[in-house]
């Protein structure tokens, strides 16, 4: 028992002498710039890297004013006093503009522990990202275009000659005008370590283990937003044709979908139909032309008769207003909870998610925002709720990923729809260097849909998923 002990006490020594204590700032002391809003403001400093490790600009980095050519200096505290061997700058945009750093033991006094030496240059993250950095712009939840590459994202890793004990804040100052183009800044960390500190996606190591995401043929490219009919063994998809988006249809046949049919009843719109849930009674569908202040959101419900589909009417939400044409949503399979994408003055920065609860008349409530933990700076779209009502996937561009635009899992916590756990990135086989979005979880068959770019096409693919798995992740 004794040599037991001797050995768990050997082993937690060793953990407490390898253990990097990593912070992240978590309060502003100074800055000498900010843009203000939501988005690139200077509270996009604080808290973990969101725009590592993917890099390239973000919605939810500080944007100083002087940021193409002039000077900046940030102090931020940390939460707790801590021993300092390194600190940690994220510069997400066009790196190596960190000019000197200070440490103080009291938020007042600063002491200078770091200068840029002549002729030195910062290490890139990654010195070119081999990404075609695909995004949504125009019509954004629809269609996803490219944008050009975004170079030389970096860390300035800034290691001390002598640790300093009791560290509680931190100055940086910036010279932008020592490189070209736009600069952003993420996040800021300390570490009692010299140990890089190393940018880290919020996922789950078994997430690795999946099998190898496939291609869904479908005899045809620049079709996207799946959504599988388990009743009728249907899949839809919106197609891109002429500048219009239109609805297809395909049935399964042993392990092939096939049938291509052109859903009519469906493509009632101009332009972006798509089919947003589907069961045996009833279709939400995006794409229908509405009236500004008339309460109606340009989601129509379909009646679902053997695969006739006649319509009910446009959903109708109480003072709906959002600042774009369209929008992406959900349902659940009773109709009483409208999931909803949206942006308005109350977002967290561009597009959250919203839920509005449905009345007696069939209309619909206030939507209420989700709340800061499931929506960030930028923009949350394409949720789909499982049929538990609780567990929640959608697309964002807002937290560490691995690409321009990822898929997560989220839980919801309670009855208030407003709490819901940290979203949760499925990993790098599901999530590419490129645009991963607009999910659909079969559970039936434990797979998930997706669309997914691949040299410059939008793809439907597809990967297997336990449920156990993905529910795991709780």
């Given at each position: 028992m004794k040599k037991i002990y001797i050995l768990y006490s050997i082993f937690f020594a060793l953990l407490s002498v390898n253990a990097q204590q990593v912070q992240w700032a978590s309060k502003l002391i100074k800055y000498s710039s900010d843009l203000g809003g939501k988005q690139f403001g200077i509270k996009r400093i604080l808290g973990k890297p969101d725009a590592f490790p993917q890099g390239g600009y973000s919605a939810n980095a500080w944007t100083p004013k002087n940021a193409l050519d002039g000077r900046e200096i940030v102090i931020v505290g940390f939460e707790n006093p801590q021993t300092v061997k390194q600190v940690?700058?994220?510069e997400n945009l066009n790196a190596?503009?960190?000019t000197r750093v200070w440490v103080s033991t009291d938020g007042e006094k600063f002491e200078a522990v770091w200068g840029r030496k002549p002729n030195y240059k910062t290490q890139p993250y990654r010195r070119i990202l081999t990404t075609d950095r695909s995004y949504y712009f125009g019509r954004k939840r629809r269609k996803v275009q490219e944008a050009p590459d975004i170079f030389n994202p970096g860390i300035e890793y800034v290691?001390?000659?002598n640790a300093v004990s009791g560290v509680m804040a931190v100055k940086v100052?910036?010279?932008?005008?020592?490189l070209p183009g736009q600069k952003q800044i993420d996040a800021i960390g300390i570490s009692d370590s010299a140990e890089p500190i190393e940018p880290k996606v919020n996922s789950r190591p078994n997430l690795e283990n999946l099998s190898k995401v496939s291609v869904v043929d479908l005899g045809t490219s620049n079709q996207s937003i799946p959504y599988i009919l388990p009743s009728e063994n249907k899949l839809f998809v919106t197609s891109y044709e002429s500048e219009k988006e239109l609805i297809y249809s395909y049935t399964k046949v042993n392990t092939?979908?096939?049938n291509r049919k052109l859903e009519t009843q469906l493509n009632t719109g101009d332009s972006y139909n798509f089919v947003e849930y589907a069961n045996e009674n009833f279709i939400l569908k995006g794409g229908s032309s509405y009236t500004r202040g008339s309460n109606e959101c340009g989601f129509e419900l379909f009646e679902n008769k053997n695969g006739s589909y006649?319509?009910?009417g446009q959903v109708k939400i109480s003072a709906y207003n959002n600042y774009d044409d369209f929008s992406d949503a959900t349902i659940t399979a009773d109709s009483k909870v409208l999931i909803m994408a949206i942006e308005t003055d109350f977002t967290q920065g561009g597009t959250d998610l919203y839920f509005a609860t449905k009345k007696?008349?069939?209309?619909?409530?206030?939507?209420?925002?989700?709340?800061?933990?499931?929506?960030s700076a930028a923009d949350e779209s394409t949720p789909q709720l499982l049929s538990d009502g609780k567990t929640m996937l959608f697309a964002s561009d807002g937290f560490s990923s691995f690409g321009s635009k990822d898929i997560y899992v989220s839980f919801r916590l309670d009855d208030t729809w407003k709490n819901w756990t940290e979203p949760i990135n499925l990993g790098s086989k599901i999530n590419t260097a490129n645009f991963d979005g607009q999910p659909f979880y079969d559970e039936k068959n434990e797979t998930l849909y997706f669309s997914t770019t691949i040299d410059g096409a939008v793809q439907i693919a597809s990967a297997s998923l336990p449920t156990?798995?993905?529910v795991g992740l709780k």
């Open positions: 940690a700058i994220f190596g503009c960190v290691i001390l000659d100052e910036f010279s932008f005008a020592l092939k979908w096939t006649q319509s009910l007696d008349d069939g209309t619909y409530g206030f939507l209420q925002n989700m709340g800061k933990i499931i929506n156990s798995v993905l």
